[in-house]
C-alpha cells in the first residue's frame, strides 16, 4: 500500500489549498480514509475522515472551513481547505483507518505535504 500526499505549500491567512492523497495497492471505496496532521512540537490531530460509507467526520480545528472528500474512480481522497489560519501550519497526513476497539486507527500513513500558513 502506498499513499501520496500533494498539494501542500506557502499560502497567506484567509487563502486556500487543496491537498490531495492518491492510493495505490487498496482500494479507497471501501476503505475509511482520514487527514491527520501534527504541527512542531505537538501531538498528531485528526483533521478529518470519511467512511467507507461517505460520512465525515471533522477535528474541532476543522469543523465549518475544511471538506474532506475522495474521487473513486482516481482512487484519491482530498482535503479542501478554506479560511485558513497560522496555526493550520503542519505536517499533513493522509492515512487509510481501521476500527480497533471503537476508534479508529492508522493502518496505513502517508509521507505527509507541508502546509505553511503565513500572517
Known amino acids: 500500500v502506498q499513499l501520496q500526499a500533494s498539494g501542500g505549500g506557502l499560502v497567506q491567512a484567509g487563502g486556500s489549498l487543496r491537498l490531495s492523497c492518491a492510493a495505490s495497492?487498496?482500494?479507497?471505496?471501501?476503505?475509511?480514509m482520514g487527514w491527520y496532521r501534527q504541527a512542531p512540537g505537538k501531538q498528531r490531530e485528526l483533521v478529518a475522515r470519511?467512511?467507507?460509507?461517505?460520512?465525515?467526520n471533522y477535528g474541532d480545528s476543522a469543523k465549518g472551513r475544511f471538506t474532506i472528500s475522495r474521487d473513486n474512480v482516481k482512487n484519491t481522497v482530498d482535503l479542501q481547505m478554506n479560511s485558513l489560519k497560522p496555526e493550520d501550519t503542519a505536517a499533513y497526513y493522509c492515512?487509510?483507518?481501521?476500527?480497533?476497539?471503537?476508534?479508529?486507527?492508522?493502518?496505513?500513513w502517508g509521507q505527509g505535504t507541508l502546509v505553511t500558513v503565513s500572517s
Open positions: 492515512a487509510v483507518l481501521r476500527r480497533n476497539n471503537g476508534d479508529y486507527e492508522g493502518a496505513y
Open positions: 470519511i467512511s467507507s460509507r461517505g460520512s465525515t
Open positions: 495497492g487498496i482500494i479507497i471505496s471501501i476503505n475509511s
